[in-house]
Every structure is written in structure tokens, then in C-alpha cells.
């Protein structure tokens, strides 16, 4: 018979230890996963070390529990959990579900309650127990079947506690924990205990005289006549404390240790939830096997592969498919074109296709209708080539998107199925994947290119229907797609990157990063690889003794959020902190950007992804340039890099200025915000007046700033916690600052209510443009999750309006540059700022017409503003 295991694991302990013990953490939707990944992690784990037959997560039920009968400030104190933790428990169940690993909770208990009764039904058969939590409280279960794994402040940092190993640690037996709670209390759970008794305290009482009871029969022959008179005065309030912190081994649970043997897990359902939250790494670890990529039977279809391209097969309205299975398409060969239209379906591999002067002709010609996946990739792709692609019309990628930006998957064949059109197969499927990636054979590549083009032209009406039924035709036909037009200009164009200029800092970054080295092993005594935690750690807590703040499996935590607890306790860890910050710098920004300058054209050519954020935002990949960090002085001096692509040019920049905050009093109407925009007023200085109730000469440089952090919190739903967390005040202030606020400026706040209610009603919010994000869980009967969707309809339309203003001024400025027939190009855009190159004799036209041009993309009952600079250089340029 297979020896038995059982696993309890205290779930409401261990999230909370996850969630403190990682920095936040969104997936691509913007949920919090921190809480979610560190619980899941330490899940994954336990299941790999003890390998039980039986587990359980129990949770507790609600705030009101039996043990408040007694006592009705039990946990009294306590911070309301915060919102960020609170809305990840759903996730947590849905992740336990996906294992097949049972939970419970039961009315009026707690989740120690339901672990010490299953516990001592386990002990009473002699079966093997680990319970799981951060709390000492359940130490009092310890037996010689009962172990109790203690997760301290990390998340993989846990002391074993056997009844020999509380005896080692507190000269005390397992039965006596709750006599010690009796004694001290416990702030946590505000159990009051004697006043002025601490540990130490109360283990030697207890090592005196046995239990709770024996000591307060004995208080006479207790040492200290201040001690005996604390005992005396709160011999009810000790016996009550010992009450509470006792856990209920008899609690009227309805569940068996037969209901919690263990099952297998969902593998399917574990891996739709880990890429649902972005565990990529989690997803690794159980072996993400999608089935999907398994070519499936579908019918056959007719086509030709074409030699020799005819006026019959290129024709007006036609599907056309430029096939590009590199994600890099800058870098990437076209393995074969496709095209679908009333005449047929045709396949032409890339040798015919590039050699054919009638299919490049058809391919730049702007009355030829075009429909296609990602306008802009096609277009780059073939821009590489020498081939101008024109009249495109409509595409797929911008549709779907434009359709539902919650979902993951827009490639033609998700898309398509989507819609009924059933009759292919992915591409992982066709091509493989990862080291496996292949182009196969023709007649493989022909069929799949031509279902492409087929599904593209099928699927396309029944596209621009649904945009023209929820108000979005506009929205593609006049923004996105023209937008991607001037990407992929933007793409192919590139950024000048001076290689030397790069080479030199990294150089200058090696020097200062050796002085640093060199300094750091002075102050160690002795050199050691400082990349090496293992070696730093032993440095640290063994040879400085500083004090450890939490261990790993290998030994002493040395991360960044361990070396900032500890940066007032050694001069060595500044600099330890620098090293690292430079490290990266030197690692990710130098010998990153240096990586990827093309190799003919000398340029970085990014790519924009125009498909990917559910607000509307562009992102940058391969480099991001989005992200250079501008906080450091060496990492703003890599924009010194950036430079003209010709003689006599300069870098241009201009920049929305606190455009979200712009929109936020346009959409809310608040009078105070509108005022304060219309009349010029710095706005943060207005808001410290309003909330603090100061003149504006009494507006201190800190009120600024804590205005500053609520001003834009508020944008994105900041909570409380959120809010506390960045200004480095308590919860309670941060709320009382988040009231203020909502009550200076009252417009925000009916916003706020108004969205929600709209949200609800409607199933979505919308942007100034008619930009849609779909929030299916605003109606959700749990709390958690129907606060996370409230609090995404309360700032999508302020970040996506925002979105929609700078794509707009950006096909705007197209059409004035090629007005006015002015050499400037448009390079890059980061975020609320577009960055041209410019030949200086433009530069007092660009003055006039860039922030002519962007303060006029889109009608606000507030001005936008525009703040402008240029210089040799991006640095400059600021």
C-alpha cells in the first residue's frame, strides 16, 4: 500500500506572503499577478518535494469569525487588504481549480481551523501531515505526524518545525505555543496578551511552570514585583488571549480525507490560465504541449501555383498575403505571396513573384484594391525589396484588433475561425516552432498561403460590418490605417545611431564600472565576484555582518529590494546598487542598441506594434525605444547617440504636455481642472492649494509632489495602497489624500460613477475617438474582480483618448510635412512625444507647424499644449 501524505496549506497566509514578497506584477491586461505567480510557484514546489496523496487549500471564510463571540476586536487593527491583493484571489482559486487541488472555506472559521481539524483526523490514523503557512499560529499542531512548514519573508524561504525543532527554538512543546500566545498576544491578530510580556518573557514563565493556567496560579512565585503585578491585573485578559489564539481541532467541517486525495491536474485548463496571466516561465516548467499546433483535417481547396502572372489573376479587390515567418521582417526573407479574388486562388513563390514586372506594377498601384494582413509588415517587407506597395484597403490585423483588443490572438487563421471560416490550419502547425521552425515543402507552403488569402477575402465584409455596427469604421478607416501607412515609413526610415559615439561609453561604462569594482572590494576586505549573489551574500552577513532580511534555497537574498533595506547600514551597498544600475545599462542599452543596427543601412529600425495594448498605446520591440531610461544621467546620454541621418540635420522633438490629465478634465468636465488648464496654471501647484487648502506661495515642494503622484494615480485607478507605496506615507494618509482630492475636484469624481454605471450598462467603455475596450467582468458578482473591471472603465477612455490624439496629430503632420513639401522626416514615437529630423533651415517652419498641428489633432475643451526643442543630437533635443 502506498504510504499517505496530506498537505494543508493555509491558502489566505501564503497569498499574503507571495503578494509582500513580490514587487507588482500586471499581465498584458493590466490584472496584478504577483500575489497569483508567488502562490503558484510555492503550489508547483510542495507538489514537487512531498508529493502528496492528498492536499487541501483552506481559506478563511469572511472578517467575522466565532472567535469575535469572545473577543470583538479580534484582528481589530488590521489594514483592509489592499485592493491589488484582494482582486488576485479569484485568480488563485481559478489556478487551484486548473490543478484539481480541492479548497475550502467554511462559515464563521478560519482556514487554521479547518487545517488543525483535518490535522488531528490525520494524526488519529497515523498519516504523514505538512501543513503550509506563514503563520506560527498553527506551530501548536506540530506532532509526530504533524510538521509544519513555516513560509517566512520570501516566498521560497520556509523553516521546517518538527516537535524537536520548536523544542530547539522556543524550549517549548507544541502544546505550549498557545499558552505563550496567551502571554504575549499577537499585534497581528490583536490578541492582547499581558501587557509588557514579551517572547523572552513568556517562554521562561512557561519553562517555570507548564502552561497559562499554572502560571497565573503561581504569580507569587514569579520573580519581579512589576511582572507579578502585570499578571495579576490580567489574569481574565491572558486566559481570553490564550482562548483566541487556540485553533478549533473540532470545527464542523463537511469534508473527508477521502475528499482530498489528490487528482490529476487539468493540464489544459492550467495552461489556458498561465497564459491568460503571462506565466510564460510557469508554462515551461509543465510543458506547454499546445495541441493546436497539430495540423488538423480540413477540406481541400482549389488553386494554382502561378509561373507566370497574368492582367486576369491581378485584378482590383484581391486578397493578398506577403509571407514573412520571421518575427523580425526588417531582417527576414518572403518565403511566397498569395492572392485570392473573384477570378481564383493563385500561389506564386518569391523568385516569380520579385521578377514579375506585372505583379510589381499591380503591387504599386494605388487603384488596385488591396486587402491584407498587417498593412504594415507587408509594406516594410516589401519596401526592403524596392517595391512601393499601394491601395491598400482594407486589413485583417487592424480589424480584429480594432474588434476586440482583449485578444491575444489576431493572426488570420484565430480570426477567421473566429468567424466561421474553419477551413485552415495555424501556423505552428505548417511551419513548427522554436529550433523546429522550417519553411516546408511548396506545395505544403502553397496550399497554406492560399487558405491565408481565401480566409482574409472571406472573412473581410463581415469585418468592416461589425466595425460600422459599433461606430468604428471611422476609427479604422481614417486613423489606423493610415497610421500603419506611416509606420512603416517611420520602420524602414530608421534612427541614425552614431556607432562610435555608442562604442565610447560603453568603454567610459567598463571604466567606471572597474573603479566601482575596485572600490566595493576595498570596502569587502578581499575580491569576489560581486555578480555572484552567493559570493556577495557570504560578503554581506558573514564578513560586514549586516543584518540578513531574507534567505533563498542557495543562501542570502542580495536583491535589489534586500540591498535598498539595507543602504544607510554599509557605504558598500550605494555602490553595490550603482554597479548593478550600470551593469544593465552597459549589458541591455549599449551592447543591446549595438546589436541590432542594421548592417547596411547603419540604422535601428524598430518595429511599432500597432495591435498589441488594450488602450490604444504603441509599443516598440527589438530595440524598445520606448523604454531607454531617462532617469540616470548615463542613461539619458545614450540619447546623445541618436542622431540626423545627414549633414546640416538636426534631431526635433515636441511632446504632449500632461496630455492624460488634459483629457481626464475634458472628459470629467471638472471646473476646477478645466480653470486650471485654460488659465495656464502649473497644475499640481493648483491641486496641493485645493486639497490642502494653501495659497499658492505656501505650496511646498513635497505637497507638489504628493499632488503630482495623486494627479496621475488617479488616471490610473491608484489605490490607497498603490498610493501609500509611492510617497512612502501610511495607507490611512494616503486615503484621506485620495478623499480630499475626489472632493476638491468633484467633476473627477461623478466621472468616475458616470463611467461605471455606462460600463455596466453597455459592456464596454469608449474613447473621444470610439475606441472600444470590453469589460465582460464589470457585472461579476465577485467583489474583487468587478473592482478591477470598474477601475479599468474609469481610466481606459482617459489613456486611450490620450492614444487616439497622438496617432491622429501623427497622420496629420504627414499631411502637413507633404503640404508644405518640407524634408523633414518623422522617426520615432515615445509615448506623448514625436521625434523628427530636420534640415536646420526648416527648423523656424516646424516651430510654427508642429505645435500647430498637434494642439489641433483632436478638439478638447481644453487647450492641448505642445512643448518643442531640438539639437544635434536626441539628448539635445530635450
Known sequence: MTKQKIVLIDGNSIAYRAFFALPLLNN???IYTNAVYGFTMILMKVLEDENPSHILVAFDAGKTTFRHQTFSEYKGGREKTPHELSEQFPFIREVLDAFNIPRYELELYEADDIIGTLAKKAEKEQIEVKVISGDKDLLQLVSDYVTVLHTKKGITDVDTYDVDQIKERYNLTPDQIIDMKGLMGDSSDNIPGVPGVGEKTAIKLLTQFGTLEKTLESIAEVSGKKLQEKLAE????ALMSKKLATINCEAPIEITINDIARQEINKENVIKIFKELGFNSLLEKIGDSDSSSELQEIEEITYEIVTEL?????????????????????????????????KGK??????????????????????????????KQSIVSLKWRGIDLKGIEFDLLIASYLLNPAETNHEITDFAKRNGYMNINVDEAVYGKGAKRKVPSVGELADHLVRKADAIFAVKDKAIKDLENNNQYDLFRNLELPLS????????TGVVVDIDRLEKMGVELDTQLKQMEEKIHELAGEPFNINSPKQLGVILFEKLNLPPVKKTKTGYSTSADVLEKLVDAHEMIPLLLNFRQLGKLKSTYIDGLLKVVHKDTSKIHTRFN???????????????????????????????????????WVIFAADYSQIELRVMAHISQDEKLMAAFREGKDIHTKTAMDVFHVNEEEVTSNMRRQAKAVNFGIIYGISDFGLSQNLGITRKEAGKFIDQYLKSFPGVK????????TARANGYVTTILNRRRYLPDITSRNFNIRSFAERTAMNTPIQGSAADIIKKAMIDMAERLKKEQLQTRLLLQVHDELIFEAPENEIEKL???????????????????????????????K
Open 28 to 30: 498584458d491586461k493590466g
Open 234 to 237: 490580567n489574569i481574565d485578559q
Open 310 to 342: 497574368t492582367a486576369d489573376m491581378l485584378i482590383n479587390e484581391s486578397a493578398l498575403v506577403v509571407e514573412v515567418i520571421e518575427e523580425n521582417y526588417h531582417e527576414a526573407e518572403i518565403v511566397g505571396f498569395s492572392l485570392a479574388n473573384r
Open 346 to 375: 493563385f500561389f506564386i513563390s518569391t523568385d516569380h513573384a520579385l521578377a514579375s514586372e506585372n505583379f510589381k506594377n499591380w503591387l504599386e498601384d494605388e487603384n488596385a484594391k488591396k486587402f491584407v494582413f498587417d498593412a
Open 485 to 492: 501607412f506611416i509606420l512603416s515609413e517611420m520602420e524602414t
Open 610 to 648: 500597432q495591435a498589441l495594448t488594450q488602450t490604444g498605446r504603441l509599443s516598440s520591440t527589438e530595440p524598445n525605444l520606448q523604454n531607454i531610461p531617462i532617469r540616470m544621467e548615463e542613461g539619458r546620454k545614450i540619447r546623445q547617440a541618436f542622431i540626423p541621418s545627414e549633414q546640416g
Open 750 to 757: 461623478k466621472y468616475m460613477d458616470d463611467i461605471i454605471l
Open 847 to 877: 516651430k510654427q507647424i508642429v505645435p500647430e498641428v498637434m494642439e489641433n489633432a483632436v478638439k478638447l475643451d481644453v487647450p492641448l499644449k505642445v512643448d518643442y526643442c531640438f539639437g544635434p543630437t536626441w539628448f539635445d533635443a
